[in-house]
């Protein structure tokens, strides 16, 4: 379903980016900057290797792409970071945020570690150690800017939130192991809304949560299921500007979405009908793969999520930017505004 119309709004599938320098690259989070730029940050391919601290990774970097209105228009601006654990290396690369100024702080699990990189991808800086003290993390996944421009971290296996300066200075912290309210299970993504609620994937409870900027809960969105409106290890979140919050349902391979209220909405589950530019050129440089593709009964596995980690809602144009890692890909929908339904019975 390529417009889906639910509780008001429409969603319209619009186009993916993909392929290129997104191939096998496993594009895991999304950080949105300004003019159409969106940094991605790649996990890597997996690397079986003797090493076990080295299975993932070996090209763990950040791609920084012009995304574009349309599809054809994505350019690639540059790519930065490596595998390693050196100065603006990653390991396992998880969550990035923008501040004000349009520096990129990245998290990496492994490293239990905040990397900073200026607009174009410099190095900056770097800091945090592994503990459960303050300023301190065990496994760091998503990371969010608030309104004062402080970072937010989900710490996952410290199960909390932390704010930090922009130089890494602890200033707070919330939430502990369990699954009550407040509390949290190997957390994973989050955001921050217009009036700075900040809102949880609350990974293995399965479920968001919905804080007030000082870490007080105050709402869940989902339950445990494959059901209208319930989770399975969601993975990210995302706000619009009305409100409405959208969920990477990571076990069910969708993005579930809901209103302010936590009402359910809709379920998006990819609809890349058509290669993107970058894959397309693939295919017509390979003529054995253009081949392989007539073959096929139907392409329509190749259209859906599988296992989707990171969603971004791009306020400027409207439209909702969904990673899709084992696809390699960004799947890009359109929330659309004064949407009117064809009359066939004039």
């Known amino acids: 379903m390529l417009t889906q119309v639910a509780a008001g709004r429409v969603y319209d599938y619009s186009h993916t980016v993909g392929g290129g320098q997104l191939e096998d690259n496993c594009p895991i989070a999304l950080a949105l900057g300004a003019d159409d730029v969106v940094y991605v940050c790649c996990r890597g391919r997996e690397d079986i290797s003797e090493v076990p601290w080295n299975r993932t990774g070996a090209d763990a970097k950040v791609c920084r792409i012009r995304v574009g209105a349309a599809a054809g228009d994505e350019e690639l601006l540059g790519e930065f970071g490596k595998y390693g654990d050196g100065d603006g290396q990653f390991i ?4 990035a945020a923008l501040d004000s100024a ?3 702080y990245v998290t990496d699990e492994w490293m239990n570690r ?3 990189f200026d607009p174009e991808g410099g190095f900056l800086t770097s800091w945090g150690s592994s503990g459960g003290g303050g300023g301190q993390f065990n496994r760091p996944s998503g ?3 608030d309104a004062d421009d402080n970072l937010l971290v989900v710490d996952s296996l410290n199960h909390r939130v932390q704010r930090l300066s922009k130089d890494g200075t602890f200033i707070a912290a919330w939430g502990s192991h369990g699954n009550g309210m407040g509390e949290m299970d190997s957390p ?6 217009g009036e700075g609620y900040v809102y949880v994937a609350d990974h293995k409870n399965h479920r968001i949560q919905k804080f007030t900027p000082d870490g007080e809960p105050v709402a869940v969105f989902g339950e445990f299921g494959d059901g209208r409106g319930q989770l399975r290890r969601p993975t990210d979140v995302a706000v619009d500007p009305d409100g409405d919050v959208y969920v990477c349902d990571w076990a ?9 209220d936590g009402m359910f909405i809709a379920s998006l589950i990819g609809d890349a009908h058509e290669l993107s530019k970058w894959q397309q050129n693939t295919v017509n440089a390979n003529p054995d793969v253009a081949k392989a593709r007539r073959r096929v009964y139907s392409t329509e ?6 296992m989707p980690t990171g969603v971004e809602f791009d306020g400027a144009r409207g439209r909702l930017l969904v990673a899709d890692p084992q696809r390699a890909r960004i799947q890009i929908y359109q929330k659309v505004e004064g949407y009117l339904e064809p009359q066939f019975n004039l």
């Not at 994973?188 to 809304?193: F, R």
């Not at 596995?301 to 599988?306: S, T």
């Open 92 to 95: 396992w690369v998880a969550g």
């Open 102 to 104: 349009g520096n990129l």
């Open 114 to 116: 905040v990397s900073v």
């Open 143 to 145: 990371a969010a800017m």
């Open 188 to 193: 994973w993504g989050i955001t921050v809304d």
């Open 252 to 260: 069910n391979n969708r993005v579930q979405t809901y209103a302010p």
């Open 301 to 306: 596995p190749e259209w859906r999520f599988v």
